[in-house]
């Protein structure tokens, strides 16, 4: 079988058509269990859990993909160069816990706010991919109510963030499902 060469706008195009659910759902469902154990745990135990489940995001999405339809680690797909990009954004995402660690062993409590913020950011890039504005939705909403809530709720930033980035998946995720129906 000979593989033609796509041209750069032909895989932008081919990735945008993927549904992008299944990463989505990975941080919905981390995120939802961090906040949960922010409601019945302590700090201490709510910090590793942050630190664990933002770790495991990813895998989870590689695990959630074979029931999507989108399993990522098919072989048999041609080759796309905007899912080695995607890929360069996650690890971007995992670079930014240098500026994470830091404050969060000067202030714990910063670490919802900083990891909820830093590990955002990949939706920027994922925007300008596919040409929808869910991605700045998702980064900006995200940055703005992250980094209020943290000032407005001291007490409760490892509940009220957690549970916010939820409900910003459950928009992103409706806008996902529903984009190419508009």
Known sequence: MIE??????EQRIEFANGKFLATPLAGLIVWTIIG???VFF????????IFIGTGS????GLFISKFTGE???????????????????AGQAILVYSIAIPFFLVD????????????????LPF?????????????LTRTILVLTLWYLLPE???????????????????????RKKA
Not at 4 to 9: D, S
Not at 42 to 49: A, E, G, L, N, R
Not at 127 to 139: C, D, E, L, Q, Y
Request: aromatic share 16%; proline share 3%; hydrophobic share 50%.
């Open 4 to 9: 033609t060469k796509r041209t750069l706008e």
């Open 108 to 123: 714990h409590t910063s670490l919802p706010m900083t990891v909820g913020i830093l590990t955002g950011l990949m939706w």
């Open 71 to 89: 399993n990522f680690l098919d072989k048999s797909k041609p080759k796309n160069e905007f899912d080695s990009l995607f890929l360069f954004t």
């Open 127 to 139: 925007s300008w991919i596919v040409k929808h504005w869910i991605g700045i939705f998702h980064a």
């Open 36 to 38: 949960l154990i922010g």
């Open 156 to 178: 409760y930033r490892f509940i009220a963030i957690p549970f916010t980035i939820v409900l910003i998946y459950i928009i992103t995720i409706l806008i996902l499902k529903n």
């Open 42 to 49: 302590s700090d201490y135990i709510t910090v590793w859990s």
């Open 57 to 60: 995001i990813a895998y989870l």
